[in-house]
């Protein structure tokens, strides 16, 4: 078990402390579960009630709030206190470290380069001329395709796939059950039969990456697709083929992004959303949960769509009436201005 | 192949018998498509036309429609019809017996308690200081990470993934491609670069839950994401860090739940559900499929939104009046008891 | 590198030649960053500016658009660009040739059929009685169940699962993580605990069907689930049991299609559409994205339901009236055609 004192975390978080300074921690709790020896973090105003009551040893908050904290609790005071939990909580996680070099069951292919402080499981299999950078960790049951080229300190977690021609940039953080490259979808119909049009670009992921599980990005058809530096992907997303993710842009699961689609840097959509192929969202656009976008978005702001449920026989009613919404306005809008020009320019 | 004398089924089922209770079945048929020889079972009122015409030899069914049943078919009679067909194919699921031991080329990791009467395939994968109970199976390819803990007569399908501190109780059943245990999806955002936060919990999943194909679970940040007891979930499902989802709760496909979020027991989610985080669904809520829960619902029934699908053009021109609802209402509104104050209350 | 003369392209798609015949080509490019030496195809009028400023030694078009493409670029004109496209890029595609016989690590059940020409990879494992056709290549990590049949020139891709009790045609190509023939979603509730209906059927795959990534096609209850000839199904779809996909129907990624629901010939579903189940769907259906079915469609044609997005504020104000469309309308229906008793049928 990890112990630290309080006064060694609050040197790693620059934070002030009030109260004993030599409290020994031993791990986080939430404010409503710590117990002694714990520390915990207080960041939204929702838990307020918990904060005036936690069992903790010492909690992370602002200023303002050590008034609501109690007094036999130390307190490390801080600007950004969920930055500073999530630094303190990495010094109690019990990762297994990294063991360098090539399990006996692992299979590797030709002219590879690995780096020899990388780690590589059982029963993973590399294909040809792939390049490992140091420190990454490819652990077992993972496929890395032909001419990938794999940064330094990257992590694939258990039952990866990275097809051939994939580039992932440095501390690339990959969850379990994600394909990297797999075909674009992308199929030219001719005498009543789709014909397969070959996928000849690769995948690129830049710095910081995260994609999660079970996530599916496809290889380009002609160039690459490519994640930007420090996006963060969720689980259950499905990213298609030429699609461009801008910098520190962050999706919720479950979001689904049509072929060649360009997303701008820092936007965040949440979970469930829907893009369109070939269209462009532009830097720092908000996407609520399940928003559904046909359209270009020029300009930054929040957008949505869908609709939060109700009780289901009010909804059968208010479906009835939207199932017939343009026959029931008609006779209204005599005397309003809505262009009707617009019916042309606005659902595409 | 297995066969069985109808009179035996019948005590399985605690069925009366009406008709040759010597007749032979030897497998299941639905009632259009059976033939000679199979059993069939009418429990949807939809194909009771199928029923006068089967060719089954024996039908499984409540004593009420025993009428509508062919003289010369014999029948099963009972109260709960596709309970006991349950039970009934469950004699003829020809599937292969359980091997206990350890296949030669599965790598096992060190202070591991493997029962004798588990079946470990090859290519398996398991970690240190892993148990594993009693006639509990890990088909060929799983992952199974360092401290897990499986209870007896689990079932981890092929290629199935388990990351460190995985729970399963008794009688688990994980389709293939699963991953349980994966990161939470928490970055904590600070200087313009999204900082992870280690997730520490880790995932429980009690007695004879069911986890389909290709369904996530993330782990908890600090506790646990619980799964209840004889909890069903479907394939490409996500569930969050921190979900709790209670006893015998059943989710069709593709359904999404974000974190922290509660779901009490016996609920019902229908395909494609959208649920935000950090709300509480209460016991018995039944959810229609593709409905989207932005906020807490407190009491139990049924639930829905969404928009089933109507021709092209006639959604486009309703969609344009959509987009313009609250305009074209404001003039309509005055003699209405609509309150306006609702508008910030309803759809956050 | 792959070189070829422009003429023997001309040739493979029956193509007239205008300008230089004997450019050498060793790539595809779009016409916006192609550059000499590649060939690029026209065939998307949004990107007529770039004909005309392509840099491509070569492109690929229709007659009528010869005159927008500069002088100094060869032209093959053909009647279908970009089916022309599709075949020449396989020219260009450096796939790894098939390498017959099966990998040392690999294990192989009792009583299977491996054609001598079959690629079996790296830590895959086939179960017992298993046919795998000519030339058919099984990529590391797959798992082949019992009593699978694989035809002629299939291809799985690394981590592709198939239950036992699978079928496939010949050229079906299953991209990596998808999982083929896990149960269907059964359970019978009874004495309030959910049993399992075991799901005796298996899967079949018909030839020249493509399965994406991650997808999920769960195992009939009784029958098959069947995927048609020349069907072709994007990424992280899930089909459940006893679907029926007729042939040359084509869905985009995130789709789900609920137990029982039989498609027809020639569909096309864009991405993330939701099937109810025990629906019909008839030949020649175009469903939009995110579209939603909830009854049969007995007439081809072009189908929608969703909505697409606006700024957050709009849409809040416009979801609140939906909430009371219902109550709204009432007072102003009065003399309208609206006929009350449509709210029964209609939104079932």
Chains 1, 2, 3 share one sequence.
Not at 178 to 203: E, K, M, T
Not at 231 to 249: F, M
Not at 254 to 264: K, Q
Request: with cysteine; net charge negative.
């Amino acid at each position: 078990m990890i112990k630290k004192k309080l006064a060694e975390l609050a040197v790693l978080v620059e934070a002030k402390i009030e109260g004993d300074a030599e409290v020994i921690i031993s791990g986080v709790g939430s404010l409503a579960s710590a117990h002694s020896g714990q520390i915990s973090f207080f960041d939204n105003l929702k838990y307020r009630s918990f904060l005036k009551t936690t069992q903790a040893s010492a909690v992370i908050l602002k200023e303002a709030y050590v008034k609501d904290c109690p007094v036999n609790v130390a307190k490390l005071i801080v600007t950004d206190s969920y930055y500073a939990y999530a630094k303190i909580a990495g010094v109690f996680e019990d990762l297994k470290p990294i063991v360098p070099g090539i399990q006996a069951t692992a299979v590797i292919g030709e002219g590879c380069h690995i780096d020899s402080t990388a780690s590589i499981g059982a029963h993973v299999v590399i294909g040809d001329g792939v390049t490992v950078g140091a420190r990454t960790c490819i652990d077992p049951g993972c496929y890395v395709g032909d001419r990938c080229v794999l940064g330094s300190d990257c992590h694939l977690w258990s039952n990866v796939t990275l097809y051939h021609q994939v580039t992932l940039g440095n501390r690339v953080m990959i969850q379990s059950g994600a394909v990297i490259g797999s075909d674009g979808f992308g199929f030219a119909f001719h005498a009543g039969v789709w014909h397969r049009v070959p996928q000849l670009g690769g995948v690129l992921i830049q710095d910081d990456a995260d994609i999660g599980a079970n996530t599916t990005i496809d290889r380009g058809a002609i160039e690459d697709t490519v994640i930007g530096q420090d996006v963060k992907l969720d689980n259950l997303i499905q990213i298609g083929h030429n699609v461009r993710v801008g910098d520190h842009t962050i999706m919720a699961g479950c979001t689904g992004i049509a072929g060649s689609t360009e997303l701008g840097k820092y936007c965040m959509l949440g979970g469930g959303c829907r893009l369109a192929g070939h269209i462009k969202i532009a830097d720092g656009v908000i996407l609520t949960g399940t928003a559904s976008v046909m359209k270009s978005i020029a300009e930054k702001g929040m957008y949505s769509s869908g609709m939060s449920c109700m009780k289901h026989s009010e909804w059968k009613r208010n479906m009835v009436r939207f199932r017939h919404l343009d026959q029931m306005m008609k006779p209204f809008l005599k005397n309003q201005n809505i262009n009707e020009k617009e019916k042309e320019d606005d659902t595409e």
